[in-house]
T-cell receptor
Framework: KAGVTQTPRYLIKTRGQQVTLSCSPISGHRSVSWYQQTPGQGLQFLFEYFSETQRNKGNFPGRFSGRQFSNSRSEMNVSTLELGDSALYLC????????????FGPGTRLLVL | TQLLEQSPQFLSIQEGENLTVYCNSSSVFSSLQWYRQEPGEGPVLLVTVVTGGEVKKLKRLTFQFGDARKDSSLHITAAQPGDTGLYLCAGAARSGNQFYFGTGTSLTVIP
């Protein structure tokens, strides 16, 4: 069974731009969670989608948004990028929910200049 | 808000030594997980503990969940270079809607 895939793996943007990241979960998994990982703040929960609906949300500004498609693939969008958005963005999929066993993708490393 | 504190933050030891990593919180969690993350990769789940006082062993790794389900420890016996990585604990909120990750412990095992 293929693992969680994320595209692109690396991305360089400038302040003010927007970016869209993609995550394809393990086949059969309906829950996709997104996390931001930085050296200073560690791994922080952004949001979770289940069956195309956002079910949970962390404490991030509205510039961070996401969506999930009928095939469970998910996208995350960050608008008006700031330098502090530079991070590794990880998605994790699970069968039923955000507190079940999660399988992480390799992440997308975003650098904002 | 960082709910889970891990210690130590960095650890560099010689191959063959033993070590313990701690994960502490003032909050109660319904379950707790430990992950290992290698550079350029996402975290990989090592174990899930759900019962206060539970001890699980995975080869040379021993995981313990505190009686009050507020803390946990990871003990590695006879560390090997392949154990090198970032170790993360993650507690499941009692509301059941998300995990809170610890600050992480970066382990380097020197051959």
């Amino acid at each position: 069974k293929a693992g969680v895939t994320q595209t692109p793996r690396y991305l360089i943007k400038t302040r003010g731009q927007q970016v869209t990241l993609s995550c394809s979960p393990i086949s059969g998994h309906r829950s996709v969670s997104w996390y931001q990982q930085t050296p200073g703040q560690g791994l922080q929960f952004l949001f979770e989608y289940f069956s195309e609906t956002q079910r949970n949300k962390g404490n991030f500004p509205g510039r961070f948004s996401g969506r999930q498609f009928s095939n469970s693939r998910s996208e995350m969008n960050v608008s008006t990028l700031e330098l502090g958005d530079s991070a590794l963005y990880l998605c994790a999929s699970s069968f039923g929910g955000a507190v079940e066993t999660q399988y992480f993708g390799p992440g997308t490393r975003l650098l904002v200049l | 808000t960082q709910l889970l504190e891990q210690s130590p933050q960095f650890l560099s030891i010689q191959e063959g030594e033993n070590l313990t990593v701690y994960c502490n919180s003032s909050s109660v969690f319904s379950s707790l997980q430990w992950y290992r993350q290698e550079p350029g990769e996402g975290p990989v789940l090592l174990v899930t503990v759900v019962t206060g006082g539970e001890v699980k062993k995975l080869k040379r790794l021993t995981f313990q969940f505190g009686d009050a389900r507020k803390d946990s420890s990871l003990h590695i016996t006879a560390a090997q270079p392949g154990d090198t990585g970032l170790y993360l604990c993650a507690g499941a909120a009692r509301s059941g809607n998300q995990f809170y990750f610890g600050t992480g412990t970066s382990l380097t095992v020197i051959p």
